[in-house]
Antibody, heavy 122, light 107 residues
Framework: QVQLQESGPGLVKPSETLSLTCTVSGGSISSYYWSWIRQPPGKTLEWIGYIYYTESTNYNPSLKSRVTISLDTSKTQFSLKLSSVTAADTAVYYC????????????????WGKGTTVTVSS | DIQMTQSPSSLSASVGDRVTITCRASQSISRYLSWYQQKSGKAPKVLIYAASNLQSGVPSRFSGSGSGTDFTLTISSLQPEDFATYHCQQSYSTPWTFGQGTKVEIK
């Protein structure tokens, strides 16, 4: 069973770059989609984007100019970078294994990491 | 972006009750709809995908229905471990979007 674990700084200063890593265990990273989702305090979930194992990406347009998701198959990790952060980027950040059964196109986040809290503050 | 609207935002129910949560999409999304359960301080867990397919390991008291713009998550007999927040999510088109959540509380 695939397991995911987020890691990275819990505090980032305004205008700096937020960098998080998701380590994958129990499965190959060379398949399916790998997503980042966040949840600001007291708010609903927001999909940030995903990377396919071929390294093609798809980002939320609301964040696209600031987001980069990358894959490191040798380390079975994928990463999130979010530049020029503000207080509005304070959230719990989740990574998730995303799949669509039998190539159906019905994508869903099958396995989630436990989440990591990132606070943007000086 | 496709907007997902859940109702109600919260509800109080007793153990054994039948609970229904509704999710409405701002445009047709066929059956590209998933439901997640999130307990306080925890990551979401998928319950239903493709509108009505029960994820492996999820109790059969959970069921999903609907297509197009209107969807329903039903818990046939509420159990103590079901008190949580439930989210719908569309994957018809990017950006994938979630509903605002429905909090199920103990009456």
């Amino acid at each position: 069973q695939v397991q995911l674990q987020e890691s990275g700084p819990g505090l980032v200063k305004p205008s700096e770059t937020l960098s998080l890593t998701c380590t994958v265990s129990g499965g190959s990273i060379s398949s399916y989609y790998w997503s980042w989702i966040r949840q600001p305090p007291g708010k609903t979930l927001e999909w940030i984007g995903y990377i396919y194992y071929t390294e093609s990406t798809n980002y939320n347009p609301s964040l696209k100019s600031r987001v980069t998701i990358s894959l490191d198959t040798s380390k079975t990790q994928f990463s999130l970078k979010l530049s020029s952060v503000t207080a509005a980027d304070t959230a719990v950040y989740y990574c998730a294994y995303t799949k669509a059964p039998y190539g159906s196109g019905y994508y869903y986040m099958d396995v989630w990491g436990k989440g990591t809290t990132v606070t943007v503050s000086s | 972006d496709i907007q997902m609207t859940q109702s109600p935002s919260s509800l109080s129910a007793s153990v054994g009750d039948r609970v229904t949560i509704t999710c409405r999409a701002s445009q047709s999304i066929s059956r590209y709809l998933s439901w997640y359960q999130q307990k306080s301080g925890k990551a979401p867990k998928v319950l239903i995908y493709a509108a009505s397919n029960l994820q492996s390991g999820v109790p059969s008291r959970f069921s999903g229905s609907g297509s197009g713009t209107d969807f329903t998550l039903t818990i046939s007999s509420l159990q103590p471990e079901d008190f949580a927040t439930y989210h719908c999510q569309q994957s018809y088109s990017t950006p994938w979007t979630f509903g605002q959540g429905t909090k199920v509380e103990i009456k």
